[in-house]
C-alpha cells in the first residue's frame, strides 16, 4: 500500500496528499459523501424505474437496469473506501 501512496504522492499534489494521508478522516468522510450521493441517485433511479446517461438521454429496459446496478455497485464501493479510510487510517 506504501507504493501506491509514494506514486500518488509525487507530483504537483505532494503536499496534498501528505496532509490526506495524516488525516485520513477527511478523506474517509469524502468518500461517504461521494458514494452517499451516487448511492442515493442509483436508488432513486431503481424506483423511479428510469435512468438517465451521462448526456440527460432516458435509458430504460435492460440497459437502463444495468447502468442503475452499476451506480449503485460503485456507491457501495466509494462508500467501503471511505469506511476503511476511517478505521484504518
Given at each position: 500500500?506504501?507504493?501506491?501512496y509514494?506514486?500518488?504522492?509525487?507530483?504537483?499534489?505532494e503536499?496534498i496528499?501528505n496532509w490526506?494521508?495524516?488525516n485520513p478522516?477527511?478523506?474517509?468522510?469524502?468518500?461517504?459523501?461521494?458514494?452517499g450521493g451516487?448511492?442515493?441517485?442509483g436508488?432513486?433511479?431503481?424506483?423511479?424505474?428510469v435512468s438517465?446517461?451521462?448526456r440527460?438521454n432516458?435509458?430504460?429496459?435492460?440497459t437502463?437496469k444495468?447502468?442503475?446496478i452499476?451506480?449503485?455497485?460503485a456507491?457501495?464501493?466509494?462508500?467501503l473506501f471511505?469506511?476503511?479510510k476511517?478505521?484504518?487510517?
Amino acid at each position: 500500500m506504501s507504493v501506491l501512496y509514494s506514486l500518488l504522492a509525487q507530483g504537483r499534489n505532494e503536499e496534498i496528499n501528505n496532509w490526506l494521508d495524516e488525516n485520513p478522516m477527511v478523506l474517509g468522510l469524502g468518500a461517504l459523501v461521494l458514494g452517499g450521493g451516487i448511492l442515493a441517485y442509483g436508488l432513486y433511479e431503481l424506483q423511479s424505474g428510469v435512468s438517465r446517461d451521462k448526456r440527460g438521454n432516458v435509458v430504460e429496459g435492460g440497459t437502463g437496469k444495468a447502468l442503475t446496478i452499476v451506480r449503485l455497485v460503485a456507491g457501495g464501493g466509494v462508500i467501503l473506501f471511505g469506511l476503511y479510510k476511517m478505521i484504518a487510517g
